[in-house]
């Protein structure tokens, strides 16, 4: 048996369904494109011109940014949502989230993107996911018609986020939808293959950026298209407001899922997790072998295989130095933590860059229950 719905926490509420579930099946990549002039029903459509059965039109920016989204190849599908958030006035980000959430036909999604907000409702957006940080990731995009660069950039300063990250195009026609252009470009790709600022971008227009203006927008860690560098365009940059690289993020989410899927498998598997050292095996078994799959799709790095070897490197001045790439730490149930049913963990491990680590923290309850705490 398997979970339906991979949205709950607290494993030993969800509802068992099938064996063979959708949350096992969807991708931390997977974004949802929300209208917020129009009510749609939660839509999988696999071509742009299912919006219009959907009762919008070519002029729409959803419609032009779904575009641009299939116009990258590779994608197969994408998810469309809509809240008339105009004449709903009362609906915010957060209610408009948990109406989705709610709704029957809802499937679970990571990265949010909008059809166009303005610097205010944008705010709104960011305030809303700030505590959705182990589950979300947020695609803002501003024009520099309505907004100034250095407007954009004292917003992305002011939302110091992992999970948000801001996008700028040159215009206000939204031919070049740089938020759903890079979603394209991620999720087409494998996992661990990608890295978001030197990806080649297809189907856009020239951008008008100047020498100053794209050093600026270099400078302050906004995401853009460059302009051409032997015909081809890349994305600059690709970081969130707290300019982690987007990948980061992504990888740390697909851990924290992955990671409470499995407990999930095992609490359904085994009923209970025994506070002894049996049920300290079982987690720090399910919690290692989350990192090695890691390994396997190209996101951590090993010595000889081993993504919690110690590795050795020698610096500028030919000294020896040994890095620890990862480590699992699992505490042992003390008194106080067999009487709360708790098994309190962290663990790390180094990307493949040699550079970064992700780093994930929190406690698993006897119940199964995963709460994930503290950021990278």
């Known amino acids: 048996m398997a979970i339906y719905k991979p949205t709950l926490n607290f494993l030993n509420t969800i509802n068992v369904d099938t064996k063979y579930s959708k949350s096992y099946l969807t991708d931390v990549r997977d974004a949802l494109f ?60 957060e209610s408009v989230m948990e109406a989705y959430d709610n709704h029957v036909l809802a499937t679970d999604y990571t990265i949010l993107i909008l059809d166009v907000v303005d610097m205010a409702k944008a705010q709104l957006w960011a305030t809303a996911f700030k505590p959705l940080i182990d589950d979300k990731h947020l695609f803002l995009q501003f024009d520099t018609v309505t907004n100034t660069i250095a407007e954009i950039n004292t917003f992305k300063t002011t939302n110091n986020l992992d999970n948000a990250s801001v996008f700028v195009i040159d215009n206000d026609t939204y031919t070049n939808n740089l938020d759903s252009i890079t979603w394209a470009r991620v999720r087409n790709r494998d996992l661990g293959s990608y890295i978001v600022h030197s990806t080649e971008v297809r189907n856009v227009t020239k951008p008008n950026w100047t ?15 460059s302009n051409p560098i032997r015909g081809k365009f890349h994305i600059q940059n690709g970081l969130t407001t707290s300019e982690l690289p987007i990948e980061v993020h992504l990888y740390r989410l697909w851990e ?32 290692k072998g989350v990192i090695f799959t890691a390994v396997n799709m190209g996101i951590a790095k090993t010595v000889n295989g081993d993504p919690l070897a110690i590795e050795r490197r020698t610096d500028d001045n030919g000294n020896s130095l040994d890095y620890l790439l990862g480590k699992v730490e699992l505490q042992f ?3 106080e933590d067999i009487r709360n049913a708790d098994f309190k963990f962290r663990y790390f491990h180094t990307l493949l860059d040699g550079i970064r680590h992700v780093d994930v923290s929190g406690y698993i309850s006897q119940t199964g229950e995963l709460i994930i705490g503290g950021t990278q």
Request: zero cysteines.
């Open 333 to 335: 149930p003390s008194e």
């Open 34 to 93: 929300l209208s917020t002039v129009k009510d749609v029903e939660p839509t999988v459509i696999t071509e742009v011109t299912d919006l219009i059965t959907l009762g919008f039109t070519t002029s729409d920016p959803i419609y032009k940014k779904v575009a641009d989204a299939f116009g990258q190849g590779g994608i197969d599908n994408i998810l469309i949502y809509g809240v008339d958030m105009v004449t709903a006035t009362s609906m915010t980000p």
């Open 256 to 287: 924290i899922k992955t990671l409470r899927e499995r407990l999930t498998r095992l609490q359904i598997e085994t009923d209970k997790i025994p506070i002894n050292e049996s049920g300290y095996e079982m987690i720090e078994g399910t919690i």
């Open 211 to 225: 020498k100053t203006e794209q050093q600026n927008l270099k400078d302050m860690g906004l995401n853009f298209i």
